[in-house]
């Protein structure tokens, strides 16, 4: 008899704990997914140097070509979150959780081993591309299994705090991507960084995504998911263009001034490598800062009134954070809590955000939705942003594009969180 009580004790002490594993399980793959994306954008001069730029190449052309490779991988995500999604909505989200994870680490990893345009010559930048699509491909499938995951195992009245784990770890990641980069730079010359220090982060990639895939090894399915399907659920391109169109401002304004933001830095203000990673470090502490309250707000006052605010201001506010940037005379006190405050803005909309997307698709097509959505966003958004600004400040000389840019996309945000679906998805 004491066993069986001791037995039961033991399964009801795991029910109450798989909440916290599907936590730690969720979070750990979109941690080492944004530190991968984090460390390319803030290494990306460097990689262009590398990969992009044969003798005799310009820096800036070297630097677009980069920015393109970066946005390939975006174009790749929509392919992996129907091809993912649709497989997680039909098999199961721990299954795919633990594909894309083995994918994402093992293509970051051998990023960190490829030959140089040096040695391998034009072969170096296709070998880098196609590294960068396989990335794509996972990452696309990522962002839907886990926010799944997150949001289904939350206790009740908690889905968006849970789901904004999901944006917390993709501070933490790129927090630690821009960590792992300062932290070289400072140790290592200029020299032996841009010779072989850059690969190091990449490298780092092996032991981070072998802790998220023993994690997502011992979890259980979703409740949500177990539950019997009445029937193969299908979300209409309404349902999915109207979710990408509430996170467009997240996206664009999130790469703007987390991860674009060093190699703007450098290119057009002229800011040292080290000092526009520091730079870059102070905006994701105050993203990461805003993440978790603005989620559990969501939970008090709904998702779209936190968005809303988080959209609505960057509109306003945009164009004056950059001025204080690019103005030489404000105090570095004002320029870093400008930094801080630009990284917060995004985090109200990034809190709610995978909540906000979990809702919007049933649970049988929920991996398939919100990850197309958020990928379509991101592919459009995010990943031509690098390009898109390099490019356009190269063109015009006018370096207030990234406030444009960010505030145009926040407006398409707030018509889209202010318009109603026409019906309930589920």
């Not at 010779?195 to 490298?203: A, C, E, T, V």
């Amino acid at each position: 008899m004491n066993l069986v009580h001791e037995d039961r004790e033991d399964r009801a002490a795991t029910g109450r704990n798989r909440p916290l594993r599907a936590l730690a399980a969720g979070s750990a793959g979109n941690f080492i997914e944004w530190y991968e994306f984090g460390v390319y954008g803030y290494v990306a001069t460097t990689v262009a140097e590398r990969f992009f730029t044969p003798e005799g190449g310009s820096a800036a052309e070297g630097l677009v070509r980069t920015y393109a490779s970066f946005g390939l991988a975006f174009f790749f995500r929509p392919l992996g979150a129907a091809l993912f999604g649709r497989l997680a909505d039909r098999l199961g989200r721990r299954p795919v959780l633990i594909l894309v994870v083995a994918l994402m680490t093992g293509a970051t990893a051998l990023i960190g081993l490829l030959p140089t345009y040096a040695r391998a010559g034009a072969l170096a930048p296709w070998l880098l591309t196609f590294l960068r699509a396989v990335q794509g491909l996972s990452a696309g499938g990522e962002f839907g299994g886990a926010v799944a995951m997150l949001t289904e195992y939350a206790p009740p009245g908690r889905r968006g705090l849970y789901g904004a784990w999901q944006s917390f770890t993709v501070a933490l990641g790129l927090l630690g991507g821009v960590g792992v980069a300062v932290g070289l730079s400072g140790r290592l010359t200029a020299d032996e960084f841009a010779s072989w220090g850059w690969r190091l982060p990449f490298l780092l990639a092996l032991p981070l995504g072998g802790l998220a895939l023993w994690l997502r090894l011992g979890l259980d399915e979703t409740p949500e998911f177990r539950k019997p399907a009445v029937a193969d659920v299908r979300v209409s391109a309404g349902a999915i263009a109207l979710a990408a169109g509430r996170v467009t401002g997240w996206s664009a304004a999130g790469y703007t001034f987390l991860v674009v933001l060093p190699s703007y830095l450098q290119t057009t203000l002229h800011t040292g490598f080290r000092a526009a990673l520091l730079a870059t470090a102070l905006a994701n502490v105050g993203f990461a800062a805003a993440i978790l309250p603005a989620g559990l707000l969501s939970d008090r006052v709904g998702r779209r009134p936190v968005m809303l605010a988080g959209a609505g201001l960057v509109v306003l506010l945009a164009l004056p954070l950059l001025g204080l940037l690019q103005d030489a005379g404000t105090p570095r006190a004002v320029q870093g809590a400008a930094l801080c405050g630009a990284g917060a803005l995004v985090g109200l909309m990034a809190g709610p955000g995978p909540a906000l997307l979990a809702e919007m698709f049933p649970a049988r097509a929920r991996c398939t939705g919100l990850g197309l959505a958020y990928a379509l966003s991101n592919a459009v958004f995010s990943g031509c942003a690098g390009l898109i600004i390099t490019e356009a400040v190269r063109r015009t000389g006018d370096p207030d594009v990234p406030g444009y840019y960010a505030a145009a996309a926040c407006a398409v945000s707030v018509l889209a969180l202010l318009a109603r679906p026409k019906r309930k998805a589920g």
